[in-house]
């Protein structure tokens, strides 16, 4: 398996370098392939691709009462999620490339809801700052349950292999000081989950009940997003702080999302809840979640022209990471010495060396 890691790291890192090393001299023969492809090809775009993507995820809760030091003690852990490593791509720009079967992707992807529907509207009104980016990785692991804490029908291991996706409507202001971009955006995964129940003891203090987990739950989020990219905006050629000229120079790209949305605890899971915590039923299947999401990508860029293409690459290192918190849809505790609550705390951590090929004409 590292053998295949490194052959494909290997493969990208040679495709770059020849599309860096290669531009001047083929400058005329990308002329004319412009010339031919034009009504086939859009303005610009851009395609980020981070081979291996190392993922984790597990109860967030649980990881602070490791690493905070003012913890009150140690949650144990019930859930342990094991992660494979997988490949991260994201495409950016118009419906680009529209004879190939990226533009169906995207197409697929977008129109299915609000963004693309936006972003449709937009192209209407002949709005030009904006553009579309499409994030897709997959999350697959093995989920493994403590057996000390049985629970009826539950088993102790649960394997997952799911697509998380990302769409992104991007405004980039073109003045002096703009530095940052701003947008909406819509997450879509499915992820196992250790799913917190609470109960009433005689005294009517909430307190923990036994815990399950959900092997599927959904996350469907839309979210407010901003950030700034010193390779997008010296590609772009804006007059700021983040444009420091063509050629090399530093590439730091970061970005903030914050998003609520639904999930759903299953039929499945909420037998095990209830035969978790006998006596009890399961107060309400709906979650309302909320999400905080943070990026920084730190390397090298490259910005130059070849005759009236434009391109841009970049070379560093992505790290990444979400937390994800959920309560109840009737916003109100249990009240009932027969009622359990459920939901999930968790967070999402990724990192990988991640490689930017933009280009326009």
Not at 25 to 36: F, R
Not at 82 to 97: H, N, P, R, V
Request: overall charge negative; aromatic content about 14%.
């Amino acid at each position: 398996m590292r053998s295949f890691h490194r052959t494909r790291l290997i493969f990208f890192v040679t495709v770059l370098l020849s599309l860096l090393f290669s531009a001047g001299a083929a400058a005329q023969n990308l002329k004319d392939l412009a010339g031919t492809c034009l009504p086939d090809i859009s303005v610009s775009g851009s395609i980020t691709v981070i081979p291996v993507d190392s993922w984790s995820s597990g109860n967030f809760n649980q990881l602070m009462s490791v690493i905070n030091p003012f913890s009150p003690g140690e949650i144990q852990k019930l859930a342990d999620i094991k992660m494979d490593s997988t490949a991260t791509t994201i495409y950016e720009g118009d419906l680009w490339f529209k004879k190939t079967g990226l533009s169906m992707g995207l197409k697929m992807n977008v129109d299915d809801n609000f963004i693309g529907k936006f972003n449709r509207f937009m192209g209407y009104l002949g709005y030009h700052n904006y553009s579309i980016r499409l994030q897709t990785s997959r999350l697959k692991g093995t989920l493994t349950w403590d057996p000390d804490y049985f629970v009826t029908d539950m088993p102790n291991r649960s394997s997952f292999d799911n697509s998380f996706i990302t769409v992104d409507l991007l405004y980039y202001p073109r003045t002096k000081t703009s530095d940052f971009y701003y947008g909406i955006g819509y997450t879509s995964y499915e992820l196992p989950v250790h799913l917190e129940c609470l109960i009433l003891n005689t005294e009517s203090e909430i307190i923990y009940g036994n815990h399950v987990y959900q092997p599927d739950m959904k996350f469907s989020i839309y979210s407010l997003l901003f950030g700034f990219d010193t390779l997008q905006a010296a590609f772009m050629q804006v007059e700021s702080l983040m444009n420091t000229g063509d050629g090399f120079g530093p590439w730091m790209a970061t970005q903030d999302r914050f998003g609520v949305g639904f999930s759903t605890i299953s039929d499945e899971a909420q037998n095990w809840i209830e035969n978790a915590n006998p006596g009890r039923y399961l107060y309400d299947n709906n979650q309302f979640t909320m999400m905080v999401d943070y990026n920084l990508t730190v390397g090298a860029r490259w910005i130059g022209n070849a005759g009236p293409i434009r391109l841009g690459a970049g070379l560093g290192y992505n790290i990444g990471g979400q937390t994800v918190t959920a309560v109840s849809s009737s916003f109100g505790p249990i009240t009932r010495m027969d009622q359990v609550s459920a939901s999930p705390d968790l967070y999402l951590f990724h990192h990988g060396v991640i490689f930017k090929l933009s280009t326009s004409w």
